[in-house]
């Protein structure tokens, strides 16, 4: 079973910078509800290949909710297929396929004080919740926006825009490569412990987003106020029931199959008494004997569990153990402190624990 999904038209396709490009979505009245975001959450957009039926991949949406806007913003991977793809054919009037918004990288409280850094296309996240909180929240906001040169700063007509609108919440530093080297981790600290009780979000190259990790956690940051989004391409396919991807899903198998999965240690076979909180309401199962994965066995029992990739690649899927322990298969995303608070990927979670008690809430 796949989440439905669904056939868009393009409405516009902008011309953001050399390498990146904004595409903004039609949606219509039937599926505003499907397509209802908060901050920080992306699209799944499935781009088409000759090779492989398709190639999904995720994008942040760069809009904000309240603009009634779903546009994403796609920069140029060297070497890279799908973004290239979609900066080279993707024009107004073109259909894409997409999974509806997904993502916990998302504030809990549009009010508070917010510190964003944005490392090149990672801003596309973070501009989002800046927008959002700006016009629906009442703290600061901060921008950190650290790019190669002044060319390649994607919404830099924008963020002047906020900043004249906001000028007593909201601050923007850019950082040049060109101008100020790269940034260190001492500079990033430094920045950083100015703002030292407001709550962050981070998103942009692996090393940049190392360096802002390092130094929240040096400066004692609790984790409930340090958050962070890794740009990664999909391996898999989430959109199952698409008749063109049937090949695709096929080679797929042979390749899972070639592939030693992970060690999940120790897992339980036992039924297990299981709790779920979703979306408000509440679960009980008795007979999850592991032979599934959690998502899969929700699935089996009707819950309309959040999910994405299937592969352990994005965090759609994330839930949080209140009780008892999951053990995953498959991990890409999950950090020591994600899983230290809890976090599993239901996708790839098996019980570890006879009794066990979760949540989506975050
Ligand atoms: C939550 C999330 C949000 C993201 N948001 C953004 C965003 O806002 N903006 C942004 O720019 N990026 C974003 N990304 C990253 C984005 O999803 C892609 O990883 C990125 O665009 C690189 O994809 P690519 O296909 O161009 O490059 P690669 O994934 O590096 O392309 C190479 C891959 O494509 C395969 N391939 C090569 N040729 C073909 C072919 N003909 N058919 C099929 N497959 C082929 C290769 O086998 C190889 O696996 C996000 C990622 C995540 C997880």
Not at 1 to 12: C, G, I, P, Q, R
Not at 111 to 131: E, F, K, M
Not at 347 to 356: R, S
């Amino acid at each position: 079973m796949a989440t439905e999904s669904y056939v868009l038209n393009v409405l516009e396709v902008i011309e953001e910078t050399a390498d990146a490009k904004s595409v903004v979505f039609e949606v219509p009245t039937d599926l505003q509800e499907a397509f209802a975001y908060t901050p920080g959450q992306f699209l799944t957009v499935a781009v088409p290949s000759d090779q492989t039926g398709l190639a999904a991949r995720c994008y942040s949406l760069s809009s904000s909710p309240h603009s009634g806007r779903h546009q994403i913003t796609v920069k140029r991977t060297a070497d890279g297929y799908a973004s290239n793809w979609i900066c080279d054919h993707l024009k107004a009037g073109d259909t894409l396929r997409l999974l509806p918004p997904s993502g916990i990288f998302t504030p809990k409280d549009l009010n508070a004080d917010l510190l964003l850094w944005g490392g090149g296309s990672g801003i596309t996240p973070v501009i989002s919740i800046a927008r959002t909180a700006l016009e629906k929240g009442s703290g600061k906001v901060v921008l950190f926006y650290a790019n190669r040169d002044e060319t390649s700063v994607i919404f830099a007509d924008e963020l002047r825009g906020l900043v004249a609108e906001h000028p007593d919440r909201f601050t923007v530093v850019h950082w040049l490569e060109s101008v100020q080297g790269l940034p260190t981790g001492e500079g990033i600290k430094l920045f950083a412990s100015y703002f030292a009780d407001y709550t962050s979000f981070c998103c942009g190259p692996p090393p940049f987003m190392k360096a802002v990790a390092t130094a929240l956690k040096e400066l004692d940051i609790p984790r409930e106020r340090r958050h962070q989004e890794k740009f990664v391409s999909l391996g898999g396919n989430p959109f199952g029931e698409v008749e063109e991807v049937l090949a695709f899903q096929a080679k797929l198998a042979e390749v899972d199959d070639a592939d030693e999965p992970e060690d999940a240690g120790p897992t339980v076979t036992a039924p297990v008494s299981l709790e779920v909180e979703l979306d408000g309401q509440h679960y009980a199962f008795d007979d999850w004997d592991g032979t599934q994965v959690l998502l899969e066995f929700l699935e089996s029992k009707g819950v309309d569990a959040p999910f994405s990739c299937r592969e352990g690649n994005c965090s759609s899927c994330a839930c949080i153990v209140l009780e008892g322990d999951l053990a995953m298969k498959h991990n890409d995303v999950l950090d020591a402190d994600d899983l230290a608070d809890g976090i599993r990927l239901t996708c790839q979670a098996l019980p570890k624990t006879e009794v066990l008690k979760i949540s989506y809430n975050g």
